[in-house]
């Protein structure tokens, strides 16, 4: 069987965290909604899940059991993107707000058909969220 005509779409981003808390609070003050919240035993302690949701982009955020240790856990991941209707206003709204953002303004990329801007606003555990306008 093919993958091609089997699979149905994008289904959810895994991102490890050391403190979930944190980054619940973190993604929900972005717009996104809890979903699921879950616990599992593995490793000799409890891994921690969260289901968040923005739209039809799911997030898992996963606090592993045991101690954190980003060099153990495979795949990271470098940022995810979320478009943005005005990426100027995006950006005032989360400067203003007190996050932390990469860039000192949004940067221009000749990119995609009309180009694109952007910047990143760095997450609680280290990855980044960028916000992103196709022009």
Not at 36 to 44: A, D, F, P, W
Not at 88 to 105: H, K, M, P, S, V
């Amino acid at each position: 069987m093919q993958l091609i005509g089997n699979v149905t779409g994008f289904q959810h981003l895994g991102v490890p965290t050391p403190d979930i808390e944190t980054s619940v609070r973190f993604y929900e003050s972005i717009g996104f909604r809890t979903d699921v919240r879950s616990e599992l035993e593995e490793n000799g302690g409890r891994t921690r899940i969260v289901f968040m949701s923005f739209g039809s982009f799911c997030l898992e955020l996963y606090q592993p059991a045991g101690d954190f240790n980003h060099t153990r856990l495979p795949g990271p991941i470098n940022h995810f993107t979320m478009d943005v209707r005005d990426i100027d206003a995006a950006f005032t709204y989360l400067r203003d707000g007190g996050y932390e953002i990469i860039e000192d303004a949004p940067v221009s990329l000749p990119i995609h058909r009309g180009g694109v801007r952007f910047f990143n606003v760095l997450g609680p555990s280290g990855e980044k969220v960028e916000f992103n306008q196709l022009m």
